[in-house]
């Protein structure tokens, strides 16, 4: 079975530095997709950045980048430059290419210090 | 845009009730997903559907049913609401390749 696992519960960062989330999977797949969304407080879930497992290119867009490690098995998110309107619940996500179903991580709720 | 669209946002019922609650999303997508979410145990999966009339249990399916006539809507069933079914619900879907898109919740209070 795939898992998500997503060590850190709660982070924190000073407004315009740069922190990292960090998330590792488990899965015996080759091919897949890998996720991360936000989730701000009492507001909707929205994605924030997808990864194909096959690229080997990392991610980006705009503030936000992952480092994927394939090998490894992980795929943390940095963002940069933080934002008050970054503070949200971040979660990371695991989809196979052929598959319907979704594994989400456990969340990490980031603060943003002004 | 993407719209998947929660009938609530906020529902109070009481013990023993049978609740509904009801999804509805605007991009054709295949996939609908209910999960429920509880601080600490990130999001569950309770049930999805990959098409019309078909389901498939998730993580967590106990004192929970699904409805799935039209492509559209995808609804969630507590048969008889218990107060361990207190939590928010978040329904998604999505096509059969990249993210899924996710509605604004509804927070189910059962009392």
């Known amino acids: 079975a795939q898992t998500v696992t997503q060590s850190q519960p709660e982070m924190s960062v000073q407004e315009a530095e740069t922190v990292t989330l960090s998330c590792t999977y488990d899965t015996s797949e080759s091919d897949y997709y890998l996720f991360w969304y936000k989730q701000p407080p009492s507001r909707q879930m929205i994605l924030v950045i997808r990864?194909?497992?096959?690229?080997?290119q990392n991610a980006t867009e705009n503030r936000f980048s992952v480092n994927f490690q394939k090998a490894a098995k992980s795929f943390s998110l940095k963002i940069s430059d933080s934002q008050l309107g970054d503070a949200a619940m971040y979660f990371c996500a695991y989809r196979r290419r052929t598959g319907n179903q979704f594994y989400f991580g456990t969340g990490t709720s980031l603060t943003v210090i002004p | 845009d993407v719209k998947v669209t929660q009938s609530s946002r906020y529902l109070v019922k009481r013990t023993g009730e049978k609740v509904f609650l009801e999804c509805v999303q605007d991009?054709?997508?295949?996939?609908m997903f209910w999960y429920r979410q509880d601080p600490g145990l990130g999001l569950r999966l309770i049930y999805f559907?990959?098409?019309?009339?078909?389901?498939e249990k998730g993580d967590i399916p106990e004192g929970y049913s699904v409805s799935r006539e039209k492509k559209e809507r995808f609804s969630l069933i507590l048969e008889s609401a218990s107060t361990n079914q207190t939590s928010m619900y978040l329904c998604?879907?999505?096509?059969?390749?990249?993210?899924?898109?996710f509605g604004q919740g509804t927070r189910l209070t059962v009392v």
């Open positions: 990864q194909e497992a096959y690229k080997q």
């Open positions: 998604a879907s999505s096509s059969r390749q990249f993210q899924a898109f």
């Open positions: 559907s990959y098409d019309v009339k078909m389901k």
């Open positions: 991009m054709d997508h295949e996939n």
